[in-house]
């Protein structure tokens, strides 16, 4: 199932690649084509293995650094989320207050 996409992926992973052996990693580098960049050599992880089979973090997320980037982003918004749900029912709280109603409606008495 899609071989001609794994084919044509592992093409374009090899077309200008450099593969080296680095402490018994293999690491892909190739050169950016962005000229604003300067064509500087990056790491690259590639969707597909050597032996044909899906790498599915590389296909997903690009990565294992690129996951964990996106877990940690992940989790300081949700803990902003989770800081503005707090403020609000503490909001509430105050609102339902009868001291603080007494203080509104002397205000708007006034």
């Known amino acids: 199932m899609f071989e001609g996409l794994k ?3 592992l093409e374009r ?12 990693d293999t690491v892909y ?5 962005l000229p604003l960049i300067g064509g500087e050599w990056q790491q690259i992880n590639p969707p597909v293995n050597e032996d ?9 997320f690009g990565g294992k650094r690129n996951f964990i980037i996106l877990l940690i982003i992940l989790a300081i918004a949700f ?17 339902d207050n009868p001291c603080v109603q007494a203080c509104i ?3 708007a008495n006034w």
């Open 7 to 9: 084919r044509s992926m």
């Open 13 to 24: 992973i090899e077309r200008g690649a450099v593969k080296s052996e680095i402490n018994g």
């Open 29 to 33: 580098l190739k050169k950016s084509k």
């Open 52 to 60: 044909g089979s899906w790498n599915i973090v590389n296909l997903i």
């Open 79 to 95: 803990m902003v989320l989770m800081q503005f749900k707090v403020n609000f029912d503490y909001l509430n709280i105050l609102k």
């Open 105 to 107: 409606q002397h205000k």
